[in-house]
């Protein structure tokens, strides 16, 4: 038995599993089959305790002082699903996961035999968790701890992943009544497709604080995007996820004329519990396979155009890669202050165009800055934001730490 961290993964040595969840409250356990975009392919690949069979995987209730369990038969999955992600969400409406630490069990659904135990540290705010998928790779099958929560409930997992679920409706006026209401608990709407959803936890009744200037979410179907500090685009256009190379283009120019500004700029790969993985700089122009790639130093900033480049496979990473954080510091130790016109931008590499654009404003006297991270959502698709955090460093090593607290 091997109990794993996030992001670890594991070969399993049998065609059928059962992933059993279980937490000293009650929780409602589901799995969605995802295509290789990250999506159902229909309600009907939404597996949970109103429909308990999909295409080879089925639920089965907890009994008493058990946990549900979802069953993947790897031999029965279609050919066209490219994993099965195991989510659990709390029962009691606004509760949240804080102090409560679930933990699934994958076992040989035949011989009851454990193979692996992952509890997912750290949580706080969740109400709802993707805690390890199985899925292919190579032709084998293998599971991945996740840990990754939500703060909407099973409701915004399932939306998420492209399943049609609606809220109960807001009461209405009193109207003639056309047939009796159900008795007992309010029952959720059924979802388009006959899926009838889980019911969503009631909102707590303060009403939330208003978003900070700057933040918001929007994608690429308009065009190029200008972002503000903290604000997110996602890197959507026309309804299917960005997976193609791109360039993270990061320039600048000395504030002062005569002053060379030497400046580098480097990623920082992280897993999901915010660990660096690898990262890329000068000194080190390619790494994981060849899948992110430096175009080398540029001692001075003189000259139009990007001063550094950063090539980036999306579609070719690792999947424990789960954030990518872009960071510009001076070597020489001069500040930020002396540095004019610094921005970032991505583009498609194939065809140069220009898809998001980042003008960072108001330096700060320091010799680091964090410019903008990406990061993988569990929909397969990535967001950018840009950041524009400034710290005191000189090389890449002293960004990680400020980094993967950022992510």
């Known amino acids: 038995m091997t109990a794993m961290t996030p992001g670890?993964?594991?070969?399993?040595?049998?065609?059928?599993?059962?992933?059993?969840?279980?937490?000293p409250v009650r929780l409602d356990v589901s799995g969605l089959l995802l295509t290789a975009n990250g999506k159902v392919r229909s309600d009907d690949d939404f597996v949970f305790y109103n429909q308990p069979a999909g295409p080879g995987v089925t639920h089965s209730a907890s009994a008493p002082g058990g946990g549900d369990t979802i069953t993947v038969d790897t031999a029965a999955v279609p050919a066209d699903i490219d994993k099965i992600v195991v989510t659990a969400s709390l029962d009691a409406p606004g509760a949240t996961f804080a102090g409560t630490e679930p933990t699934a069990t994958v076992r040989g659904a035949d011989d009851g035999a454990v193979i692996a135990t992952f509890t997912p540290p750290r949580l706080g705010t969740e109400t709802a968790l993707v805690v390890v998928e199985?899925?292919?790779?190579?032709?084998?099958?293998?599971v991945r701890a996740v840990g990754q929560g939500y703060a909407n409930g099973l409701a915004g997992i399932a939306t998420d992943f492209g399943v049609?679920?609606?809220?109960?409706?807001a009461p209405a006026a009193p109207a003639a009544p056309?047939?009796?209401p159900p008795t007992g608990p309010a029952a959720p709407l059924p979802a388009p497709g006959g899926v009838q959803a889980p019911p969503v936890p009631a909102a707590p009744p303060a009403a939330p604080p208003a978003p900070a200037?700057?933040?918001g979410k929007i994608n690429l179907d308009k065009g190029r995007v200008s972002l503000q500090k903290n604000q997110t685009v996602s890197l959507v256009k026309g309804g299917r996820p960005l997976l193609t190379s791109v360039k993270m283009g990061l320039?600048?120019?000395?504030?002062f004329r005569g002053k060379d500004i030497d400046l580098d700029a480097s990623v920082i790969a992280f897993g999901v519990d915010r660990k660096k993985i690898d990262n890329c700089f000068f000194g080190k122009l390619s790494i994981l396979g060849g899948t992110i790639q430096h175009s080398g130093d540029n001692?001075?900033?003189e000259g139009g155009g990007d001063d550094e480049v950063i090539t980036v496979h999306l579609g070719g990473l690792p999947p424990e890669v789960t954030g990518l954080v872009f960071t510009v510091n001076s070597f020489s130790g001069q500040r930020f202050t002396d540095v004019a016109k610094a921005y970032c931008r991505l583009l498609d590499a194939g065809t140069n165009e220009e898809l998001v654009r980042f003008d960072l404003t108001n330096a700060e006297p320091r010799t680091g800055v964090m410019m903008a991270k990406l990061i993988r959502q569990f929909s397969g698709e990535w967001e950018m934001t840009a950041m524009g955090e400034y710290v005191d460093s000189r090389t890449v090593r002293g960004m990680v730490k400020p980094a993967g607290k950022a992510l």
């Open 251 to 255: 320039g600048w120019e000395p504030a």
């Open 164 to 169: 049609s679920v609606e809220e109960p409706a």
């Open 213 to 215: 200037a700057g933040t």
């Open 134 to 142: 199985i899925y292919r790779r190579g032709g084998a099958w293998k």
């Open 299 to 301: 001692l001075t900033g």
């Open 8 to 23: 670890s993964n594991l070969p399993l040595p049998v065609a059928r599993v059962a992933v059993g969840v279980t937490a």
């Open 178 to 180: 056309q047939m009796a």
